[in-house]
């Protein structure tokens, strides 16, 4: 007999909680992206101010200075290693709906083959500039005007699986620019350049210091290598709902209704709104603004000004939930914005699920892989998970 009606899945995008056992081996031995955002907080003398965060246990998963754990958490916490090899966005997400890793994506930090960038100048007939890792905004300041200007095309890349594309909206147009990214996807289809996602990175402003990324980005990512439990969910008849970027990164497989979102902030009002819905399934719902704003360009005080934000929204989304209801935060990797570079980090991620009905609470153990997520809604939904996924489920914990 199903426990809940609706499980909601919000996935902070980056709150790692401490470095995992492996995190050397990636570069990343002694981060933690929460642990050293409160820190920050409390040597600038202002604590970080998150109060239903804390009473869902989150500071009791890792020590956070200027906040005391606390002592009667309202639901069940825990901690989830990632299992997959690497710390990107697809990686984390896969895993959470029980796809296990074990190649990691290509990446390209000293920019794409001359063999991939001839073929993209032969396809869209425009000279390729750029062509490095870099981050967005700063390459926009860099190249912008030339690429107005002259009508060549800004194309880059990062730490991450991902070749992007940047492309004026008034003057180039965002349909332009994502027939160039669709053609970048089929390309980057060879083993040899195969990277995880195209992303369209559409801009306004026509100078330096003028330059703004809008909301049209959008995500060509590879389809997941296997079925996921959203397929099984799916295919059950269940709702399988994705709010921001979620249905970008499944490749809208196991996907029944999709939803885009402006910011983080619009997409918890976009999950607020859904609860007050009638539908039976899961909503899931991935908050990209803490990584794409904060984690990559290390800006500690945005990222915290960011949680707080989320946390006043979380109240909302709280006092929404129904007696049938299952909420889960949790995150698909770290991104340390005290750590070096700018690069993910490789973090264990928070496990934090409540629900009205719950007259219990406490510390569940620690997961070896971010697939409770999707373990648990498969036994929630009477749902098999597909073959050669993993995951352990901890729906009879959760009372």
């Known amino acids: 007999m199903r426990k809940y009606k609706r499980i909601f899945v919000v996935v902070l995008d980056s709150l790692g909680v401490g470095a995992m056992p492996d995190a050397a081996e990636y570069g990343d031995a002694g981060v933690n992206t929460l642990g050293h955002i409160a820190s920050y907080r409390y040597q600038k003398k202002k604590a970080l101010n998150i109060p239903n965060l804390w009473k869902l246990g989150i500071a009791n998963l890792t020590a956070l200075e200027g906040m005391e754990p606390c002592k009667s958490p309202v639901g069940y916490y825990g901690l989830m290693q990632e299992t997959s090899c ?13 796809l296990n890793t074990t190649v990691p994506f290509l990446t390209f930090p000293n920019g794409f083959p001359k063999e991939l960038i001839t073929e993209l100048e032969k396809f869209t007939g425009r000279k390729i500039i750029g062509n490095k890792s870099a981050s967005g905004t700063e390459i926009l300041e860099e190249l912008g005007e030339e690429e107005i200007e002259k009508g060549h095309l800004i194309v880059y890349t990062s730490a991450d699986s991902v ?9 180039m147009g965002v349909e332009t620019l994502y027939r160039y990214c669709e053609a970048a996807r ?26 703004k990324r809008t909301a049209n980005r959008h ?4 389809k997941p290598f296997g079925r996921t439990v959203l397929n ?13 970027k979620i249905n970008d990164i499944f490749g809208g497989e196991g996907i029944t209704e999709a939803y885009k979102s402006k910011s983080s902030v619009q997409g918890m009002e976009q999950t607020i709104e859904l609860a007050s819905r009638e539908f039976e399934g899961i909503c899931f ?29 979380l109240a909302l989304l709280l ?9 889960i935060l949790t995150a698909d990797h770290g991104n340390d914005p005290v750590h070096t570079g700018t690069d993910h980090t490789r973090e264990k991620v928070p496990f934090l699920a409540w629900s009205p009905s719950m007259t219990r609470a406490g510390m569940l153990p620690e997961s070896p892989d971010f697939a409770r997520i999707g373990a648990t809604a498969a036994e929630n939904f009477e749902v098999p998970m597909p073959e ?12």
């Open 86 to 98: 690497g710390k990107d966005t697809m990686t984390g997400h896969w895993e959470m709906m029980g």
């Open 388 to 399: 050669g996924t993993i995951g352990n489920s901890c729906l009879e914990e959760l009372c």
């Open 163 to 171: 070749l992007q594309i940047c492309g004026n909206e008034d003057i």
């Open 319 to 327: 006092a929404a939930l129904c007696e049938e209801d299952l909420l």
């Open 232 to 244: 099984a969910l799916k295919d059950a008849g269940l709702d399988v709902i994705s709010v921001g």
């Open 285 to 313: 719902t991935n908050l990209v603004d803490f990584d794409a704003l904060w984690g990559h360009r290390r800006n500690p005080e945005g990222y915290a000004c960011e949680l707080e934000r989320f946390d006043e929204k």
């Open 186 to 211: 089929d390309l980057t289809m060879k083993p040899e350049w195969m990277v995880g996602r195209v992303i369209a990175r559409p801009y306004v402003g026509k100078k330096k210091g003028e330059f």
């Open 219 to 222: 995500d060509y990512a590879l």
